[in-house]
C-alpha cells in the first residue's frame, strides 16, 4: 500500500493506460533519497498486462559502458534478430557480444529504441530505470535518445532519481514528504506497536520522508541526534550493520563494492576473503540483501553507502584486491577494482586502466573512457605518460559531450608539460570546445598558436589545425584572420593533397578581390572533382560550392552524404550536414525541404549535444519563420541565438538570425526597421559572410520603397559586384531587378525574369509582384494582373504568406479580386509527415523509414496514420500520384 501518494499515482496510472493502449511516454520520478521513488516504480511494475524490464544505477567509479542499457534490455534481447543489421550490430558491440566498429554510440539510442518497439509488438512495455542519477553516462545518453522519442510505441519508460537530476524534454514528476496523516498510517503499518513517546519523536525525525518512517523504529532512538536525512538514516544503518559479526559485515562490504551486483563476483571475492557463502545468507535474512540466482541486489542506497563508507580503508582497500582477483576474465572491471585497491602510482594498474579505456571507446563508450584515462594519468609516475593520458582524456571528452570536463583535463595537461605535439593536441581540444561553446576568434587564437609549435615537428597536423582555423575565422567574419591562416599554410612544406586544401582556403579568401573570377573557376573546379570523394572531403567542397552561389550542387552533394550518415548510422555528423542541405534548399526557395532539415538538424543536436549545431538549425527555422509570417516565431529563435552567437563571436550565425528578422520586417511593410537593422548589420563582421550578398536585394527594396533610394547605393554596388563573380543568371536577374525599383523602367523587369528563370520561385515570385506593383501605378492594369497572379500562385505554393496577402491586395487594386487559394495538402503536413510519406512514396516500409529517420517504426505508421487523411487518401499506393 502507497500511503499520501494518490496524486502520483494517478499520474503514472494515466501514463500506464496510454502506454497500454499502443501510446508511448516518459517520466522522471524525482525526490529526495527514501522518499519512496523505488516504491513508486514497484508499484507500476505491479500493473497487469505489461512486459517489465527493469535496471538501477549504482554509484561508483568503475563506470562501465552501457552497464545499465545491458542490465534493462536483457529481457529483450531474444527480438534483436529483428532489427536493421546496422542498429544489430551497433547494440551487439556496445555489450561486447562482438568486435567493435566506429563511434555508434548515438546509435544505440536508435537501436534500443527499435528494439523496444519490437518488443512492444507482443504487449505493451514498462521499463524501470531505478536511481537514474547514477546511470553510466553511455546508458543516460541511449535512454534519453529513447525517452524523447517514444510516441506510438506502447512503451513506457520510468525513471526514478534524486532531485537535480534532469532529462530535457522529460516530463517530471516530484514527491513531496508525506503530509502528518500518511505518515502516521506509514508509520502504524511498519510498527504498530511502537510506545506512543517513540512513535512522536519517529515522525518528527522522519519529518515525513517514507523510509525513515519504516528504518528509525529499529535504530537506537536514544543516540540519534537531530541530524538531516540522509545522514542520519546512514547513522542508522551503520550502527545496526556495526552489531553483525565480522563475516557478515566483510560479506556486505563487498557486495557493496562489487558495482553490478554480480552473485558469481561477490561469492569470489568472498572467497578471496576467506569469507563463507553463509555471510551472506545472514545479510539477507537481516533485510539488507535478496539474493536470487545470479544477483545480490543491497536493499537502498544509504545501506551500500554505510557498508562501504562506514568499513575502515584498509577493509576497502582489501575488498577491492579481493574483486580484482576475482574478476579475471573482466580485464574491465577488474582493473577498476586494481586501481580502487591501489594507494599510490602504479604504471601497471595505469596501463590496464588505459587498455580499458581504449576498449571503452571502441563500444562507443567515451565517458566511461574518460573516466578511466583520468584515473589512470593519477596513477600514472611518469610525467610524459600523464600528460598523454591526460590530454587523451580530454579529446574522449569532448565526444563523450563534456566540454567543461574536457577543459578541466586539458588545464591539468598544460600545466604539466612543454612539448610541442602535445601542446597542439591540447589546443585541438581547447578549440573543438570553443567552436561548440564559446568564440570562433577563441577559436583561431587557440589553434594558430599550436600550429606554429607544432609545424617544424608534423607538418600535416600543423595543416589540420589552420584549416579549422581558416574556417572557423570565415564563419567569424574576419577576413584579416583568415588571410594570415593561408599565409601560414602556404610556408608550410610542400605536399600535393595539401596544395588542393591551400587553394581551396585562397579561392574562398578572394572572393571578394580583383581576383575573384579567376578563384571562383578553381573553388568550382575542386567541386567537380571532390564530389565523389570520401565524405570529410565531400563536406568541404559542398562548402566550397555554397560560396560560388552553386545551390544546387551543395544540395546534391548533402544529401548524398546525408543518406550516407543514415545507412552508416553516424548520428553524430548529420546536424552539421542537414544544416548545410538547408541552407542549399533556402537559397533555392524549397521551404519545405529546408524546414524538414533544420527540424531533423535541431532535434539531432540537442540530443547529441551540438549547441553550435542548435543554434545554426534555430538560425535557419528562424528566417523560415519570417518566409511564413510567424512573427513570434521568428523572434523568439533569432532574438535567442543573437544573445548566445552574436556577431563578434559567430558572424554567420548572427547573419542568419538579423535576415531572418529584418525579412520579417519586410513581409509586415516595416521598411525602416529593416534598413536600420540591415546597415547595422553589415557595418560589423556579418558584412564578410555569404548572408550579407543575399540580403542586398532586400536592403533595396526596402531602400526604394521607404523613399529612400540613396540607401540602396551600397548594398546594390554589393550586390553587384558579387554577381560579377559568380556569374550566374538569376544573380544577374536580381541586380537588374534591383536597378528597376530604382529607375523605374519596365524593361528592366522583363529582362530580369528572363534571367531569373525559375531556379529560385521567391526571387521570382517578388520580381512579378514589383513589376505588376509598377505595372499598374503606370495605369497597366490589364498587363498588371498577369504577373500579380503569377506572384501569388508562386506565393501560396511557398507558404510566404505576408507577400501572398500583399500580392492579393495589389490584385484587388488592379480590379481583380483573387479567389482563395485551393488548399495545399503538402502544407498541411508537419515537416516529419512530409519526410514520412515522401519515403513511404517510394515503397520504403516502415522500418526501412525509421531507420533512415532515426523513428520507430510505429512512430512511422503513427505519421503516416494523421497524414493519409490530410492528403485525402486511405493507402500507401495512393502516394505514388502525389506531387511530394
Not at 68 to 94: D, H, I, K, T, Y
Not at 307 to 328: C, D, I, K, M, W
Request: aromatic fraction near 4%; charged fraction near 25%.
Amino acid at each position: 500500500m502507497l500511503y499520501g501518494r494518490d496524486r502520483e499515482t494517478a499520474e503514472l496510472g494515466r501514463l500506464l493506460a496510454d502506454a497500454a493502449a499502443g501510446r508511448g511516454g516518459a517520466a522522471i520520478v524525482l525526490g529526495e533519497p527514501g522518499g519512496g521513488k523505488s516504491a513508486l516504480l514497484r508499484w507500476a511494475g505491479a500493473t497487469p498486462g505489461f512486459q517489465v524490464l527493469t535496471c538501477t544505477g549504482v554509484e561508483s567509479e568503475a563506470e562501465l559502458p552501457f552497464a545499465a542499457l545491458q542490465m534493462l534490455l536483457s529481457g529483450a534481447m531474444r527480438c534483436l534478430p529483428a532489427l536493421p543489421a546496422v542498429q544489430s550490430e551497433a547494440l551487439r558491440a556496445a555489450f561486447g557480444l562482438t568486435a567493435p566498429g566506429g563511434d555508434n554510440r548515438f546509435l544505440v539510442g536508435l537501436a534500443t529504441l527499435s528494439l523496444l518497439a519490437e518488443v512492444a509488438a507482443q504487449g505493451p512495455v514498462l521499463c524501470l530505470v531505478d536511481d537514474a542519477q547514477w546511470l553510466d553516462r553511455p546508458s543516460a545518453e541511449a535512454l534519453a535518445f529513447v525517452a524523447r522519442r517514444l510516441a506510438s510505441e506502447g512503451v513506457l519508460l520510468l525513471f526514478a532519481a534524486r532531485e537535480g537530476f534532469v532529462l530535457p524534454g522529460v516530463p517530471e514528476l516530484v514527491l513531496k514528504r508525506l503530509d502528518p496523516v500518511a505518515s502516521r498510517e506509514l508509520l502504524a503499518e511498519y510498527a504498530p506497536d511502537l510506545p506512543g513517546h517513540v512513535r512522536d519523536r519517529v515522525l518528527a525525525q522522519a519529518d515525513g520522508n517514507p523510509l525513515a518512517l519504516c528504518e528509525l523504529p529499529r535504530a537506537e532512538m536514544d543516540d540519534l541526534g537531530p541530524l538531516p536525512l540522509p545522514t542520519r538514516l546512514q547513522d542508522a544503518y551503520q550502527r545496526r550493520i556495526g552489531k553483525l559479526p565480522a563475516p557478515t559485515r566483510t560479506a556486505l562490504l563487498v557486495a557493496a563494492a562489487e558495482e553490478c551486483g554480480a552473485l558469481a563476483a561477490t561469492l569470489r571475492g568472498m572467497a578471496e576473503l576467506g569469507v563463507a557463502a553463509e555471510a551472506l545468507v545472514a545479510a539477507e535474512s537481516e533485510g539488507l540483501v535478496t539474493v536470487s540466482d545470479q544477483s545480490v541486489v543491497i536493499r537502498h542506497p544509504l545501506i551500500r553507502a554505510a557498508a562501504y563508507r562506514g568499513s575502515p580503508f584498509t577493509e576497502r582497500l582489501a575488498a577491492h584486491a579481493a574483486l580484482a582477483g576475482a574478476l579475471a576474465d573482466d580485464p574491465d572491471r577488474a582493473a577498476w577494482h586494481r586501481a580502487a585497491a591501489t594507494t599510490g602510482p602504479d604504471e601497471e594498474v595505469a596501463a590496464e586502466l588505459e587498455a580499458a579505456a581504449v576498449r571503452a571507446r571502441k563500444r562507443s563508450g567515451h565517458a566511461a573512457a574518460v573516466a578511466a584515462l583520468e584515473r589512470a594519468a593519477r596513477l600514472t609516475p611518469e610525467d610524459g605518460a600523464r600528460v598523454r593520458r591526460l590530454v587523451t582524456a580530454a579529446e574522449t571528452a569532448v565526444d563523450a559531450g563534456q566540454p567543461d570536463r574536457a577543459r578541466h583535463l586539458a588545464g591539468q595537461a598544460l600545466r604539466l608539460t612543454g612539448d610541442p605535439r602535445e601542446l597542439a593536441r591540447i589546443a585541438a581540444v581547447r578549440g573543438r570546445v570553443e567552436f561548440e561553446h564559446g568564440s570562433l576568434r577563441t577559436v583561431h587564437e587557440v589553434l594558430v598558436s599550436a600550429a606554429k609549435q607544432v609545424a617544424p615537428l608534423d607538418a600535416a597536423a600543423a595543416a589540420a589545425m589552420l584549416t579549422d582555423a581558416a574556417r572557423a575565422s570565415w564563419s567569424a567574419g574576419d577576413p584579416g584572420r583568415v588571410a594570415e591562416t593561408y599565409r601560414l599554410l602556404c610556408e608550410l612544406p610542400p605536399d600535393p593533397l595539401r596544395q588542393k586544401l591551400v587553394d581551396s582556403i585562397g579561392g574562398a579568401l578572394k572572393l571578394y578581390s580583383d581576383e575573384a573570377a579567376e578563384n571562383v573557376a578553381l573553388l568550382r573546379e575542386h567541386v567537380a572533382h571532390g564530389r565523389s570523394g570520401p565524405p570529410a572531403l565531400q563536406l568541404n567542397v559542398a562548402l566550397q560550392a555554397l560560396l560560388t552561389g552553386d545551390f544546387d550542387d551543395t544540395r546534391d552533394i548533402m544529401a548524398g552524404l546525408a543518406e550516407a550518415c543514415r545507412s552508416g548510422g553516424t548520428i553524430g555528423r548529420l546536424p552539421a550536414v542537414l544544416c548545410t542541405l538547408a541552407t542549399a534548399e533556402i537559397n533555392l526557395s524549397r521551404y519545405r525541404d529546408a524546414a524538414g532539415s533544420a527540424a531533423e538538424a535541431l532535434r539531432i543536436a540537442e540530443d547529441t549535444g551540438q549547441p553550435s549545431r542548435v543554434a545554426h538549425a534555430e538560425a535557419l527555422l528562424a528566417y523560415l519563420a519570417a518566409v511564413s509570417g510567424d512573427d513570434e516565431r521568428c523572434r523568439e529563435l533569432a532574438e535567442r541565438n543573437l544573445r548566445r552567437f552574436p556577431a563578434h563571436a559567430n558572424a554567420l550565425m548572427a547573419a542568419w538570425c538579423e535576415w531572418a528578422l529584418a525579412l520579417l520586417d519586410l513581409g509586415r511593410g516595416r521598411y525602416e526597421a529593416v534598413l536600420d537593422r540591415l546597415e547595422a548589420a553589415t557595418r560589423g563582421p556579418i558584412v564578410h559572410v555569404g548572408p550579407a550578398v543575399h540580403f542586398a536585394p532586400d536592403q533595396v527594396e526596402a531602400a526604394v520603397r521607404l523613399g529612400r533610394p540613396e540607401r540602396a547605393r551600397e548594398p546594390l554596388a554589393r550586390l553587384e559586384r558579387w554577381a560579377a563573380t559568380v556569374r550566374l543568371p538569376w544573380e544577374d536577374g536580381l541586380v537588374l531587378r534591383c536597378r528597376a525599383l530604382l529607375t523605374g523602367d519596365g524593361a528592366i523587369y522583363e529582362q530580369a525574369l528572363e534571367l531569373e528563370g525559375e531556379a529560385r520561385p521567391f526571387q521570382r515570385a517578388r520580381t512579378e509582384l514589383l513589376y505588376g506593383e509598377w505595372l499598374r501605378r503606370e495605369r497597366r492594369k490589364s498587363e498588371a494582373r498577369g504577373h500579380l497572379r503569377e506572384a501569388l500562385a508562386r506565393f501560396e505554393r511557398l507558404g510566404a504568406t505576408p507577400w501572398a496577402d500583399h500580392t492579393r491586395a495589389e490584385l484587388r487594386a488592379a480590379g481583380e479580386s483573387s479567389a482563395p487559394a485551393a488548399p495545399d495538402l503538402l502544407a498541411q503536413l508537419t515537416p516529419q509527415e512530409l519526410q514520412v510519406v515522401r519515403l513511404a512514396a517510394t515503397g520504403a516500409t516502415n522500418k526501412e523509414i525509421a531507420a533512415q529517420l532515426f523513428l520507430s517504426p510505429k512512430t512511422v505508421g503513427h505519421h503516416l496514420y494523421r497524414a493519409f487523411p490530410k492528403l485525402g487518401i486511405s493507402t500507401r499506393t495512393e502516394l505514388a500520384r502525389l506531387p511530394l
